[in-house]
């Protein structure tokens, strides 16, 4: 261990001497050297309080100027992002190669560049003459967008910092950047944070909106490091599958806004296409119920969707092992479903296979739609369709209970606004939606009992 060195402060003007003196050197005061704390060498070369600047305290209450959001054009996507883009901000975009990030953005970025603010597009994946071209087939190349690629990091801030900051900032991909200051190759893990940093610390001082587009890996998150999304401000997920026309971008982080709000798009031949009736794209539009359809209004955030839920049921020889496959909805919670089914109310899904599919492609995390769920299968089961034009909504419980659900008004409201005049749900729920039948629903069996035509 290193020997710890002496040292005497001037309790006069606080100067430091290695040993004792009868008067300080600096002020000339006689008998105001005292011996400090002994202290080691690692400490004494650690010490942070001593050396800095002083900081500036403000009140919470202090008054000041709000930063005014900017909109993107697109209406869908200033309601993912709670209103606006915030000028300043760090936004990580993520999604599946081929989901359409770059497009959307390039669709963003011309929009604003059009409204007369200066945009640039560091593109570190493709060549200038790429995103040329995706500009021409999106219609955009007129926009006064400063494209560049180049994936350093100390070039893109050299040239940024020449001129005035610009009100929008695009980097595409942070994984392809690199700072020539820290040793790696582009993606690992510390030039990912180093880039990012630099990026980040940039937009903060000059007041620069900022779109950082991130690689995912095979499970769906974003590569790289998890302090990537701790540093930026919203984390947003562009989701979808590239077989559907539609996609779907939601927060997964917001320090501006609510996470639970979701813009819907539509992929078109000319780009991304806001979809402001996202429920169209759900339903089938058929003219007569079939058995097994259930209609349940999701809620993304503030905004109803209305999705169709199918059931099949297929009666199996004796001996045979049956299948349960689910597309778009919580395996475990379909099992769990079927379980209160035949215990409950005595239905028999043990000899028969079951699947369960949300048209569309979507992907429901909504404890609401249990009873939708259990509407459809029970109507597979017998094969009788449910009421025409009903929305059923509610969670159910290991006892065969159907619990209220939270904005029962909202999603009856988008039902009756598509054309939709029943509606079943929980019992104790409040409503008061013009032009809706509501019918409430205590236990799973009243469910059973209706649509085996006994209620």
């Known amino acids: 261990m290193a020997k710890s060195k002496k040292r005497f402060v001037c309790q006069s003007c606080g100067s430091v001497s290695p040993r004792w003196q009868g008067q300080c050197p600096d002020c000339k005061e006689w008998n105001t050297l005292v011996e400090d704390a002994p202290a080691t060498v690692f400490s004494q070369k650690h010490d942070l309080s001593s050396g800095g600047r002083g900081i500036e305290f403000v009140a919470l209450n202090q008054p000041t100027e709000l930063p005014v959001r900017k909109s993107t054009g ?20 993520g999604g599946d190669p081929g989901i359409g990030k770059s497009t959307l953005l390039l669709q963003t970025a011309a929009t604003i560049a059009r409204g007369g603010n200066d945009v640039v597009y560091v593109s570190g994946e493709e060549a200038a003459g790429q995103v040329r071209l995706r500009a021409s087939r999106l219609g955009v190349v007129d926009a006064p967008i400063r494209l560049a690629s180049e994936t350093s990091v100390r070039d893109i801030l050299t040239t940024l910092g020449k001129g005035e900051p610009p009100a929008l900032l695009v980097i595409d991909s ?31 001082e000059n007041g620069v909106a900022m779109f950082l587009v991130g690689h995912v890996t095979k499970d769906g998150s974003i590569a790289g490091p998890r302090v990537l999304e701790h540093m930026v401000d919203v984390v947003m997920s562009f989701e979808g599958e590239r077989s ?56 993304e955030g503030t905004r109803p969707v209305l999705v169709e839920i199918q059931a099949l049921i297929v009666r199996l020889q004796s001996g045979a092992t049956p299948r349960r496959a689910v597309v778009g909805w919580d395996n475990g919670r379909l099992a769990m479903l079927l379980a209160v089914l035949e215990s409950r109310c005595g239905l028999n899904f043990s000899s028969a296979e079951v699947y369960l599919n949300i048209a569309g492609g979507y992907r429901l995390a909504d404890p609401a739609a249990d009873l939708a769920v259990a509407a459809a299968l029970v109507s597979a089961l017998a094969d009788k369709p449910l009421p025409d034009k009903a929305a059923w909504f509610g969670e159910v419980s290991l006892a065969g209970e159907i619990r209220p659900v939270a904005h029962t008004d909202l999603r009856l409201k988008e039902a009756a606004k598509l054309g939709f005049t029943k509606g079943f749900g929980p019992k104790d729920a409040k409503t008061g939606t013009a032009g809706m039948e509501y019918r409430g629903l205590g236990q799973l069996a009243n469910l059973v009992d209706h649509v085996a035509g006994s209620a």
């Open 74 to 93: 697109l209406a869908e996507f200033d309601r993912a992002l709670g209103g606006g883009l915030v000028p300043g901000s760090a936004v990580l975009m």
């Open 174 to 204: 942070i994984q392809t950047m690199h700072s020539d200051t820290i040793e790696g190759a582009p993606g690992t893990v510390s030039q990912v944070r180093g880039c990012a940093l630099e990026l980040i610390r940039y937009a903060k």
């Open 244 to 299: 559907h026309q539609y996609r779907i971008l939601r927060a997964l982080k917001n320090r501006f806004g609510a996470v639970d709000e979701i813009g819907v798009f539509s992929m078109a031949t000319e780009g991304l296409e806001e979809v402001s009736n996202p429920s169209m794209l759900f339903l089938s539009g058929r003219d007569q119920p079939l058995a097994g359809s259930a209609v349940f209004p999701a809620l």
